[in-house]
């Protein structure tokens, strides 16, 4: 195993401390797990606070900032943050108009969340929760019950954040996320696993000249397993899979997304593939964003996630961000 770490015990913390080095304008709290905009509470604002397993970077703690989110709480690698993280979060960046809890659905998130809400309720801090679950390759997994929580997960940061920044309610907001959930589908294929550092070795075994179609952030397994394809064949298998679903009538937000160890040169070839299969279906693109957001450590593969877009949220998108992982319009 080569690997740029110290320990294994201590690669969440060690990244911690990196991350609060590089970026001064958020407020990063070690000893608790705790990644903040440093101007937080943010007056008459609601607050945004999402979290999950380390090893999906920049997802969430790069998307802490103006226009995302006010609070990431980080848990070690793909494990789920704990209920104190997620109260002490909430309570930290409530500035009196109500916390929105975005939770990705996996069974420990789950649980977690709905635990913090109620630590939270309990401290006088107004809770609402939204679930992602975009994922359409597989229904139920080891990790969930249901759909899995995958690269919708930016989109409903980014767009309720932007509602968040504009002032709206706790209520608007809320229904925004559902409205980008609803939206949103997504498919993840795998050419290698990835390697956690306390394993030290491969999360499962793919063998060469393979690939997963269906993968999920985590290393779980997909629909099946089929020998190498092309960029254009893998296009046309994965956003069909996601047009079997959505079925948008309107324009989409593309995120042609690396699951950590793809370059970019291969995730543009990609996107431009996704963009043939979308013109051959009728489906017409309005955003289309490209890079590793939502990753799986040192995965080699890609997702597509398409999100059916009105102008609104259109709006919302272009609206500026400033964060770690996600910047424009400021």
């Not at 604002?45 to 970077?57: D, Q, R």
């Not at 608007?172 to 498919?187: G, H, L, M, W, Y």
């Not at 890609?302 to 999100?307: A, D, H, K």
């Amino acid at each position: 195993m080569k690997m740029l770490i110290n320990v294994p015990e201590t690669v969440v913390a060690d990244a911690l401390r990196g991350m609060a080095a590089a970026h001064p304008d958020l407020t990063v709290d070690v000893e608790h797990r705790i990644v903040m905009r440093r101007d937080a509470p943010v007056a008459d604002k609601v607050a945004l606070v999402s979290g999950g397993g380390s090893g999906h970077e920049p997802l969430h703690g790069g998307f802490v900032g103006p226009g995302m989110l006010d609070a990431a709480c980080p848990g070690e690698v793909f494990t789920s943050p704990v209920p104190d993280q997620m109260a002490r979060a909430a309570a930290a960046v409530d500035s009196g108009r109500g916390v929105l809890f975005i939770v990705k659905n996996y069974t420990g998130d789950v649980l977690n969340f709905d635990m913090a809400a109620e630590l939270a309720e309990d401290e006088g801090v107004q809770i609402a929760k939204v679930l992602v679950n975009d994922d359409v390759a597989v229904v139920d997994s080891t990790y969930t019950a249901g759909r899995r929580g995958t690269g919708a997960t930016l989109f409903v940061e980014k767009l309720a954040g932007a509602a968040a920044e504009e002032g709206a309610p706790l209520e608007r907001v809320e229904a925004i996320a559902r409205q980008v959930n609803e939206s949103s589908r997504s498919f993840g294929v795998a050419l290698d696993a990835p390697t956690t550092p306390a394993k030290g070795s491969p999360t499962f075994h793919l063998p060469p000249g393979e690939l997963e179609l269906g993968i999920g952030i985590h290393g779980e397994p997909g629909r099946e397993r089929r020998g190498m394809m092309t960029s254009g064949e893998i296009a046309d298998f994965a956003v069909d899979a996601v047009l079997e679903d959505l079925r948008p009538d309107r324009p989409v937000l593309v995120l042609v997304n690396g699951m950590g160890a793809t370059p970019l040169l291969e995730l543009y070839g990609f996107a431009a593939e996704v963009h043939r299969v979308l013109g051959e279906r009728g489906v017409a693109v309005a955003r289309t964003l490209v890079g590793s957001y939502v990753t799986s450590l040192d995965m080699a593969g890609c997702s597509v996630t398409l999100c059916q877009a009105d102008e609104e949220l259109l709006r919302l998108w272009d609206a500026p961000v400033r964060t770690p992982g996600l910047r424009w319009g400021m």
